[in-house]
Each structure stands twice: as C-alpha cells, then as structure tokens.
C-alpha cells in the first residue's frame, strides 16, 4: 500500500481570518469550486477534509415534488385502502419506534 501523499504549503491569513487553499491541496481533496470541506481543530493540529456529496437523484426529488404538491393541494390524497394497511402493519410488526426520540438532522414539516 502506498504512503498518502503529503503536500505543505505555506497561506497567508487575511485580517478577517481567511485563507486561500492552495490548488494542489484541492486537487488532492478533490474540491472543486463551490465545493466544501470541513475544518477540525484539536488541540493546536488542523485538519481540513472534503465534504461527501450527497446523493442527489432527479426522479427521486421530482416524485417527492409531486406528492408534496398532492398534500398541499389536498389533490390526490385518501386514505390507505386496508389491505395496503394491513401489509404495511405486518411489514412493519417487529420495527420498534419511539415517537419521542429526538429526530437528528434537517427536518422540513
């Protein structure tokens, strides 16, 4: 296996506290621009790691669109018939859920 490939450049800090990520260090990240990364400090040691896409699925957001729109609209919606129901209800039998544990993340209500 290969050593990772070290690369250290010296950056300048501005008085506002910022700096420029020398491109051989994006490369290597494979940050492009508009890209992120995530800084973490511990103790006096920095460093810096690309940020993960996340997965972005055009039919998928399309499709939550529409039902979206269907909700808003009241267009489209009903009630589950009962033997969608009763699949879901034994699908679901031995899946434990607490309705008071907290929800992590992003949430749009």
Do not use: W
């Not at 050593?3 to 051989?24: F, S």
């Not at 992120?36 to 920095?46: F, S």
């Not at 699908?91 to 008071?100: R, S, T």
């Amino acid at each position: 296996m290969a050593a990772p490939a070290i690369i250290e450049k010296t950056c300048a800090v501005t008085r506002k506290g910022q700096t420029t990520l020398p491109l051989a260090v994006r490369q290597l990240l494979g940050v492009a621009e508009g890209g992120q990364i995530v800084v973490r400090a511990e103790g006096r040691r920095v460093t810096i790691e690309q940020v993960e896409a996340e997965h972005s699925d055009p039919a998928i957001e399309a499709f939550l669109r529409l039902i979206a729109n269907d909700l808003a609209t009241e267009r489209n919606v009903g009630t589950l018939s009962d033997d969608l129901l009763e699949s879901l209800r034994h699908a679901l039998k031995d899946v434990e859920v607490d309705l008071n544990e907290p929800i992590e993340g992003d949430v749009c209500l």
